[in-house]
């Protein structure tokens, strides 16, 4: 259907302006067989202006509003054939012209196409009521009035007025339709950004949905599989020497893994019913953590400074996740001699966190994000931070280069609210 009506819309101009000359000549063909001899030579040449006036004004507007003026100058010098009682309504076609051209044209020439038309208005009015340019030596075409009646100039201003009235309707009926097309045009346009901008959303949060998904899963499987392959390298090194040690390190091992499946199935449930993640460890679990991380093999001491302030759930949540990444890191990377010691200093406006872990060596010190390419490990644990407000920073020790930095600062809320912390998300 909208194919059909792209192909018939360019059209209609034309067959209306075609429409037009064919019904004043089959009109006027026999008054002017009757008495006017140039009929037959130059008598529909006003007729055909007007029709092709019709049938270019939406394609060239211009030209449309060009032959207006060059057939009603002509008819007022004489120069082409002027309407009479019977064809006088032919001047009804200038204003579907008036339309057309106030509807499609550019701003430029809708702009000077309004005087323009006032102009053409008077013009008309002026040949259909002065006895002098009219075909009758002794009246006007619709007053009957002859050139020395007291009420000729009364009826030219009349039917100025009338005419112009016309002229200005149909000026803004045509500028009317404009902004009526223009107004659909720009909703259509709304819609289509707005679903593209749906669409863009929900790309966005689908996005953001995969990553949150990726990090949970690795900060769960990552620190669960590295406590399993340090208990399982312990337990096979420790197999002949001290076979009793086995059974401690397979009860380790399962134990870890059981955890790890619990809070997998927590993550995949919550997918469903819980978008804002799977589980929500606190500060208050930080010490089992660091029992399965000694359990692994790693020497880990915890320091304490000042009053435990309040923290978000999500703020603690953070905490947890860092401090299980650094020591997950420390255990992977620090080798067999990993050591790890986690600060926590609660003198400021919020929680300075620093968890410092020291290898065998410069290569075993941290991990790989020291040479400057950050693992998803560090990026999350960056992330995190800024999440909860703060900000996080990675890096060997200037002073020993085989010892590993993680430092972060977590502001309590009540910081956050009062400005005291201003800046330390853009660290």
């Not at 009860?251 to 809070?263: D, F, M, P, T, Y």
Request: with cysteine; proline share 4%.
């Amino acid at each position: 259907m909208k194919s059909v009506q792209r192909m018939v819309r360019p059209a209609v101009e034309p067959v209306v302006g075609l429409g037009f000359v064919v019904f004043w000549l089959f009109a006027e063909v026999g008054r002017f067989e009757d008495g006017y001899s140039g009929w037959a030579t130059w008598g529909w040449l006003p007729f055909a202006m007007i029709g092709l006036a019709i049938a270019v004004s939406k394609l060239l507007p211009w030209l449309a509003v060009g032959l207006i003026g060059i057939l009603l100058l002509g008819q007022l010098l004489g120069v082409f054939m002027r309407f009479g009682q019977t064809a006088w309504p032919a001047y009804l076609g200038l204003l579907v012209v008036g339309v057309v051209v106030s509807r499609v044209a550019p701003a430029a020439l809708r702009r000077m196409s309004l005087p323009l038309f006032c102009v053409y208005a008077v013009a008309i009015a002026a040949l259909l009521t002065l006895p002098w340019l009219s075909w009758f030596d002794d009246s006007g075409v619709l007053n009957g009035w002859g050139p020395h009646d007291p009420q000729l100039w009364s009826s030219f201003v009349i039917w100025s007025i009338v005419i112009l009235t016309l002229a200005l309707a149909c000026w803004f009926i045509g500028f009317g339709l404009r902004a009526r097309s223009d107004r659909n045009t720009s909703e259509a346009l709304r819609r289509e950004a707005q679903a593209e901008l749906a669409v863009s959303e929900a790309e966005l949060v689908l996005s953001s949905e995969r990553d949150r998904i990726a990090q949970d899963v690795h900060d769960i499987m990552a620190h669960s599989l590295s406590v399993i392959l340090a208990q399982a390298d312990g337990a096979r090194y420790l197999a002949e020497k001290r076979p009793e040690s086995t059974t401690t390190s397979l009860i380790a091992i399962a134990q870890s893994a059981r955890e790890s499946l619990v809070e997998v199935r927590m993550l995949i449930d919550s997918l469903v019913s819980e978008p804002e993640g799977h589980s929500h460890p606190t500060l208050d679990d930080l010490e089992a953590l660091l029992e399965r991380m000694r359990a692994a093999g790693l020497a880990v001491e915890l320091d304490v400074f000042g009053g435990q302030a309040s923290l978000t759930t999500g703020q603690q949540l953070a905490v947890y996740r860092i401090v299980q990444e650094s020591l997950t890191n420390a255990l992977k990377h620090a080798g067999s001699q990993a050591r790890a010691r986690i600060a926590f200093d609660w003198r400021g406006p919020g929680l300075a966190l620093t968890v410092t872990s020291r290898g065998e060596s410069t290569a075993t010190a941290g991990v790989p994000a020291a040479s400057g390419a950050p693992t998803r490990g560090v990026r999350g644990m960056r992330e995190r931070a800024r999440l909860a407000g703060g900000w996080l920073t990675v890096g060997t020790d200037d002073d020993d280069p085989r010892c590993f930095l993680v430092t972060a600062f977590i502001p309590t809320a009540e910081a956050l609210r009062s400005g005291a912390v201003e800046g330390s998300v853009a660290r």
